[in-house]
């Protein structure tokens, strides 16, 4: 996607533990050309040094759930179109599942991150994109019975 040089990663988690795993990330943010995304709330998450955007959050349980995915879908494709990400790398949750897939549709690759919180059980989100991951981690060893092609390396802490 991106033309030569460094690769462009883009960093995507949902609020709260989810952004904490990825934020243990940041020496790999550092060597590459990076942005980070994730929801929208009052504490306005960040991660010194990265250019970062933001989506709605969502709730799978609320009614609006349909609408705010949507309306997630047109904020990541307008991010996918602007920055033109190689890589993404997210350890989920529901609202970065529209830029995961248009990264992919755009031709760059998907890391999926497996919570650290899931021991032995997976995420909805983790067995939604598994199908599409072009790698995908799991932070326990007993998860690969749900994603057998996963990777086990540890927990990213």
Partial sequence: MSG??????????S????????SMLKPLMDEYDSFVVTEET???????GEKMYYL???NRKEWTM???????????????????PDVIITTG???????????????????YIESFAKVSSPTETGKFLYRFAD?????????????????YLGGIY
């Fill in 135 to 151: 790698q995908f981690y799991v932070q326990w060893e007993p998860m690969k019975q749900f994603y057998p092609d996963a990777i």
């Fill in 15 to 22: 609020s709260g533990g989810h952004f904490e795993q990825l």
């Fill in 56 to 58: 709605h959050q969502v």
């Fill in 42 to 48: 009052a504490y306005k998450a960040s991660i010194k």
């Fill in 4 to 13: 030569y040089g460094k690769k462009k990663i883009c960093f995507a988690a």
């Fill in 93 to 111: 949750v529901l609202a970065m599942i529209p830029l995961c897939l248009l990264v992919k549709l755009f031709g760059g690759k998907l890391i």
């Fill in 66 to 84: 349909p609408v705010w995915m949507i309306a997630n879908a047109f904020k990541s494709l307008r991010m996918v179109v602007v920055e033109r």
